[in-house]
């Protein structure tokens, strides 16, 4: 908000700094007086309010950013899983550079023909599609499926878009013991798909198993 104040003959310039506070004085502008200007982020008849600018929609931020508030001015910041520096944002690179599990014989109801192995897998971002499934499991299942011996499932849960890369417990079932080996993995929700950091398994015939 910009305003004029008028001023004596004695004061036609901006010398005697004859602006208030969250204003920027202009002189010349006028023949009987100099130009009060409200600074960025500021209005009102002496520039005394902050503006929104987030609530008013004047803010630069990306679409996947989010706008905080602040005294005279505003922040920028991108929501997960993008990154940047809020005015510029870009997909996180696990969610675009990762690798396909779709095999059939991975998802938890295929009943095991022949014990397969995943100590060789990774160290990768992987996604599960196709027929292997959408997901890891984050209930025991049985073992003896995923054409594996012990079963491999998420403990813990998967996490919120907001939640960025996290660390979750792999367990592998076998027989009555649902958590009779573990390892740690890292885990992205990507919105409408998840991804998992894999890096083999502590043993063989242990197998990351998918379900829908």
């Not at 009060?36 to 008013?56: P, T």
Request: some cysteine.
């Amino acid at each position: 908000m910009s305003r004029n104040r008028a001023i004596s003959s004695s004061q036609n310039s901006c010398s005697s700094n004859p602006c208030l506070h969250n204003e920027t004085c202009l002189n010349g502008f006028t023949a009987t007086g100099y130009f009060c200007e409200c600074q960025d982020g500021y209005s009102g008849e002496q520039c005394e309010k902050d503006i929104d600018e987030c609530v008013s929609g004047v803010h630069d931020c990306h679409s996947s950013a989010s706008c905080t508030n602040t005294v005279g001015s505003y922040k920028c910041s991108c929501d997960q899983p993008y990154i940047g520096d809020g005015k510029t944002c870009k997909m996180t690179s696990e969610c675009q550079n990762y690798k396909r599990l779709t095999s059939g014989d991975r998802k938890v109801t295929y009943s095991t023909v022949k014990y397969k192995c995943d100590s060789s897998l990774g160290p990768n971002w992987y996604r599960f599609q196709g027929s292997a499934g959408t997901k890891m499991p984050t209930l025991c299942p049985k073992s003896r499926r995923c054409n594996t011996a012990q079963t491999g499932w998420l403990s813990g849960g998967h996490p919120k878009v907001a939640d960025g890369k996290v660390i979750r417990k792999v367990c592998f079932h076998w027989n009555s013991n649902c958590c009779n080996l573990h390892t740690n993995i890292q885990v992205r929700n990507c919105g409408s798909f998840y991804v998992y950091f894999l890096s083999g398994t502590p043993g063989c015939n242990l197998r990351y198993c998918g379900s829908n």
